[in-house]
């Protein structure tokens, strides 16, 4: 355990308190609405509901905590001592290859211009909202507390588990149970973007394009998108599972190196 100080406004108690805020009122508003999550993409009026409204309110409650902290610096960029192998930009290189893979891959005439043009909106502020929340204040707060090892597990457990809220609105539990750990090892990839780029609105613009693509890769009014995804192209049944193993490869060979130089 890490026993650093930190002049640091972002600490671990706020990180879990903005992990809290957004995901009780984010969750709220999805399961009052009526919504079904297999259903998010059946129409404009689903999205903008279960997504947008929803989404939106969580992030107006995390920015008002991030002014009110002055924690804009210490949320969205990197902290510059830490290493960075150029080998590590292979991270948001394959996001862009599944992204791109999905996108070539569905099929366009399942969707009208409206649903496409909300959907985007809502996914992209879904990239913005779980980034500032898990890639910013849960992982830079963690840091304060705990190894960077430690602080990459925090976030990247916190992010899995808060997927699992999704069987509150109707998901099957076993896609639940798939999408958790998916989203644990996606947790891993987007922490190395943060790291490689410098930038956590890197890490936001592709986590709203991936989710984005996958809805559109599944077809309008299906959500299952960690069922569909592996086959909804070519370039994704090839890159989904590199960036999966280069995740692993990424935690054995960076986080290691860190913790001997801690």
């Known amino acids: 355990m890490s026993t650093t100080q930190t002049s640091s406004p972002v600490t671990f108690q706020r990180g879990l308190l903005v992990f809290a805020v957004y995901a009780a009122v984010s969750a709220a508003i999805q399961l009052f609405s009526g919504v079904d999550y297999d259903e998010i993409s059946a129409s404009v009026s689903n999205i903008l509901t279960f997504v947008v409204l929803s989404v939106g309110a969580g992030i ?36 862009v290859v599944v992204i791109v893979g999905n996108l070539a891959g569905a099929d366009w005439g399942e969707w009208d211009a409206a649903a496409v043009l909300v959907l985007l909106l809502g996914c992209l502020m879904v990239g913005f909202g779980e980034e500032i929340v898990f890639r910013g204040y ?73 989710d984005f693509s996958t809805f559109i890769a599944a077809g309008q009014g299906d959500s299952h998108v960690v069922d569909d995804i592996s086959g909804s192209a070519a370039l994704v049944s090839l890159a989904l599972p590199l960036l999966v193993i280069t995740t692993v490869v990424g935690l054995v060979v960076v986080l290691r190196r860190s913790a001997q130089h801690a």
Do not use: K
């Open 60 to 95: 107006v409650g995390v920015l008002i905590l991030t002014a009110r902290w002055g924690a804009n610096d210490a949320v969205f960029r990197e902290r510059p001592r830490l290493d960075r192998p150029a080998w590590l930009w292979v991270f948001p290189s394959l996001f």
């Open 138 to 210: 849960v992982l830079v707060g963690a840091r304060s507390r705990f190894s960077e090892t430690g602080a990459w597990f925090a976030s990247s457990l916190l992010f899995g588990l808060f997927h699992g809220t999704n069987i509150l609105t109707g998901q099957a539990v076993g896609t639940t149970l798939r999408q958790v750990g998916l989203a644990f090892l996606l947790g891993g990839a987007l922490y190395f973007v943060r790291r490689v780029s410098g930038y956590l609105v890197v890490g936001m613009l592709l986590h709203g394009l991936w």
